[in-house]
T-cell receptor, first 111, second 112 residues
Framework: QKEVEQDPGPLSVPEGAIVSLNCTYS??????FMWYRQYSRKGPELLMY????GNKEDGRFTAQVDKSSKYISLFIRDSQPSDSATYLC???????????FGKGTRLSVIA | DGGITQSPKYLFRKEGQNVTLSCEQN?????MYWYRQDPGQGLRLIYY???????QKGDIAEGYSVSREKKESFPLTVTSAQKNPTAFYLC???????????FGQGTRLTVV
């Protein structure tokens, strides 16, 4: 079993839809959880950052962490064509250990 | 502007040659990382360094080497021992004890 599992998609939704992206993990020691957005042929950019459990909201984006279920989610409200990208979840045990990434979910938002 | 600069953006290598990818950061971050990205594979860790003159192997270090002589710089050499080097290489740096990593724009290496 891989440490971080993420459905690669592709996921295609109409403009304005609510998008739900998810990752599961097996390592209960993970405490830092991140979502990155990667456009084609570009480096990933940090989208959301959460320490331990709970929710975090930033504009149209909401990140949720459920450590009891080893499950994290990213919700995108009122999705836009500019949201079309690959979304990578990442996590680490401590602030000084390297991130472990999911394989990424490719999202297309159709106008 | 603060950030992470990778160069070159595109690199072509003949089989049997060593090539070095550059990564420079002016964010004053202590830790730096190299990841490799292949289609459908996500990001896989090659090497990382938490302080100058020290570095650790990641999950796929075979065929690669690094150095960390300065805090700002973490070059990656892809040696001829790397059997399948064609990939997108990403350099990152992170704030100590925060777990946040920021990425450069990547170098696409192609073996010709």
């Amino acid at each position: 079993q891989k440490e971080v599992e993420q459905d690669p998609g592709p996921l295609s939704v109409p403009e304005g839809a609510i998008v739900s992206l998810n990752c599961t993990y097996s390592n209960s020691a993970f405490q830092y959880f991140m979502w990155y957005r990667q456009y084609s042929r570009k480096g990933p950019e940090l989208l959301m950052y959460t320490y331990s459990s709970g929710n975090k909201e930033d504009g149209r984006f909401t990140a949720q962490v459920d450590k009891s279920s080893k499950y994290i989610s990213l919700f995108i409200r009122d999705s836009q064509p500019s949201d079309s990208a690959t979304y990578l979840c990442a996590m680490s045990e401590s602030g000084n250990t390297p991130l472990v990434f999911g394989k990424g979910t490719r999202l297309s938002v159709i106008a | 502007d603060g950030g992470i600069t990778q160069s070159p953006k595109y690199l072509f290598r003949k089989e049997g040659q060593n090539v070095t990818l550059s990564c420079e950061q002016n964010l004053n971050h202590d830790a730096m990382y190299w990841y490799r990205q292949d289609p459908g594979q996500g990001l896989r860790l090659i090497y990382y360094s938490q302080i100058v003159n020290d570095f650790q192997k990641g999950d796929i270090a075979e065929g690669y080497s690094v150095s960390r002589e300065k805090k700002e710089s973490f070059p990656l050499t892809v040696t001829s021992a790397q059997k399948n080097p064609t990939a997108f290489y990403l350099c990152a740096s992170s704030i100590e004890y925060r777990g946040l990593a920021f990425f450069g724009q990547g170098t696409r290496l192609t073996v010709v």
